[in-house]
């Protein structure tokens, strides 16, 4: 039997809980492929797991190898695989049942996209479940277009740096909140205006915007309603805003997680290869301080994305 090196946790509880562990290489089924991770992403939904504050993810789950961003190489196909084939670059996100802090991980065909040529792969890892989580949050529920006004809570992070760049780069006016430190990281991104929330009520100076994106949750979403035009919309990746809010100021609200789509991935690839996107990685981290990973980015908030380098 083949073993790879996993981060894997046993227990719910703070980083020491992250134990390096030899597991079995898992064998892919019917329409999966076997990858060889290049690396992968932290993501705050993993610290949440990790302390067993995630909904998803129950004691009846563990062991539990976490981890949902992936990039790297297909080494075997399972049955009726035809779009991949071995040596194939991609990258993906996987299901909450997988984990991609290992050196392998089985990924579905329908997760998996080419990896965008313009990255190494540190930079694709940084893209699927952030990129995702803002272009589904955008398009597919927001319904962005071009020309419309979008308001962006928290520019600067995983999510958002891509939010701004994805609206940006679909014609959208783009409005986006942040720290002070932040404010120039979320101009070069491509803002059209920068608020800093600390010293600004962001209700106070934006109006009549057609998509409040919302990565804040609490009284950031709950101000953010007056900032609407009729018939505008509140997305929210933080659980479904109040149906009683949106009726009264004559708007919509969605609430949504992001899925894994392969036909997403492809669009996003093209607008990387394109220029017109760049995820910003922030720090790496090898596979085996993923404790001190997920500690730094709970601790610090950085711009960007923090990445597990795991080849």
């Known amino acids: 039997m083949r073993t790879m090196k996993a981060i894997q946790m046993e227990s719910f509880g703070g980083p ?5 562990k030899e597991l079995p290489v898992p064998e892919p089924a019917a329409g999966e492929v076997l990858v060889r991770v290049r690396a992968a ?15 998803l993810v129950k004691s ?3 062991p539990y190898v976490l981890g949902r961003d992936v990039s790297g190489d297909v080494e075997q ?16 996100l996987v299901g909450i049942d997988r984990g991609t802090y290992a050196e392998y991980v089985v990924v579905k065909q329908s997760e998996a996209s080419r990896k965008p040529s313009a990255l190494e792969a540190v930079a694709a890892a940084a893209v699927p479940l952030a990129g995702l989580t803002a272009w589904q949050g955008l398009f597919r529920h927001g319904g962005l277009k071009s020309g419309q006004r979008v308001l962006i809570h928290g520019g600067s992070g995983g999510v958002g740096h891509f939010a701004v760049q994805f609206a940006k780069a679909k014609g959208a006016y783009v409005i986006a909140t942040a720290s002070s430190a932040k404010l120039d990281f979320v101009r070069k991104l491509g803002a059209d205006e920068v608020i800093d929330y600390r010293e600004v009520r962001f209700e106070d100076e934006v109006r009549d ?15 953010s309603w007056g900032v609407l035009k009729k018939g505008g919309i509140l997305v929210s990746a933080l659980g479904a805003p109040s149906e009683e ?7 919509r609200g ?3 997680r992001a899925e894994g789509k392969a036909s997403d991935l492809d669009e996003i690839a093209d607008l990387v290869d394109a220029a017109k996107v760049k995820p910003m990685v922030f720090k790496t981290f090898a596979l085996k301080d993923a404790a001190a990973a997920q500690q730094f980015l709970e601790k610090e908030h950085p711009p960007g994305k923090v990445v597990l380098s795991v080849a």
């Open 16 to 20: 020491e809980v992250l134990r390096l």
């Open 41 to 55: 992403s932290v993501n705050p939904v993993d610290y949440k797991i990790r302390s067993g504050t995630y909904p």
């Open 60 to 62: 009846d789950k563990l």
């Open 77 to 92: 196909t399972g049955p009726g695989v035809g779009a991949l084939v071995e040596g194939d670059s991609i990258y993906a």
């Open 209 to 223: 915007v057609d998509v409040v994106f919302d990565l804040i949750g609490g009284q950031t979403r709950d101000r």
């Open 245 to 251: 809010e949106a009726k009264f100021h004559g708007v």
């Open 254 to 256: 969605a609430g949504y």
